[in-house]
């Protein structure tokens, strides 16, 4: 067994794609300086995220759709060289566009996951995803999510029940929208999206990353707050609402075996017992 020492970003991020790619190689640099092997970086950190969620489509006209196969994505790549890193971006699709996010390394792409879960008026901007599943990398067995993705237990439990050993949840998750505090400490989003974090990395017993866009955005300002979370929910690193690196080390199946030796959260399950009554079943 070894220890994997691994960051999520806290950074902002906006529609220049060579400012962004700029921001990207310093965290990156950062990281690897620091001996991180995983790196997230946040939802949208490739061409920036939306200026609003109130389907103002005609004041802006998005981040710019990027091809999974394409330049950006192997830009992206080489910078990562030998770490497994973690971005957001807009992929296009034929004549779709997805918020997404990818996962690669020198060699290339090793995963990609297109968010399933729109809030407020990002449908007038997305198409949505259709699954959630993990898949193997250099550090470990990897699941992938975006911002609202994880507001959903069937979201991150689906990853674990598929093997994720890790889960990496990148956001551009905002403040409140209403009667929002003067300090985003005491944001009451905020304090949703930390809850969110613990409780998913705790229900499933796994290892949870947890990157966000920080500063300001269009209407929008963001709560920051990137963390790492141990399988039995405990906070690890975070970087507050501040922009930064929250980087901790693990010996991430040793905290897995630890955390489910005794209460297997995954083991103990009764699936048969969470049916509605009166439901109808496939």
Known sequence: MSALRMAAVSAEFGRDLEEDFATAERLI???????VRLLA?????????????DNDTE????PPALALDGPEIRRLAALAGEMTVVAGYCEAAG??????????????????????????????????????????????????????????????????????EIGVVVSAWPGSRTNAAADLVNDRWKRRF????????????IVW????????????????????VDPGGEILADTGVGAGLAIAELDVAQALETAR??????????????????????
């Open 29 to 35: 640099k950062e990281a690897r300086a620091a001996g």
């Open 41 to 53: 970086l946040p939802e949208a950190c490739l061409g920036g995220y939306l200026l609003s969620l």
């Open 59 to 62: 004041l802006d006209a998005g």
């Open 95 to 164: 004549d779709a566009r997805y918020n997404s996010v990818v996962c690669v390394n020198g060699d290339g792409v090793l995963g990609n996951h297109r968010k399933v879960h729109q809030p407020l008026s990002e449908d007038a901007s997305y198409a949505s995803g259709d699954r959630f599943h993990a898949f193997e990398t250099p550090v470990g067995r990897i699941g992938m999510m975006i911002c609202y993705d994880k507001a959903f237990p069937e979201s991150a439990r689906a990853l674990a029940l598929d093997g994720a």
């Open 194 to 205: 930390d809850l969110f974090d613990r409780a998913r990395a705790l229900e499933n017993q």
């Open 209 to 228: 990353i947890s990157s966000n866009q920080a500063g300001t955005f269009g209407s929008l300002r963001f709560v920051g707050s990137a963390k790492v």
């Open 261 to 282: 030796r005794s209460m297997g959260h995954l083991r103990d399950r009764r699936p048969e017992t969470y049916t509605p009554a009166g439901a109808v079943t496939a």
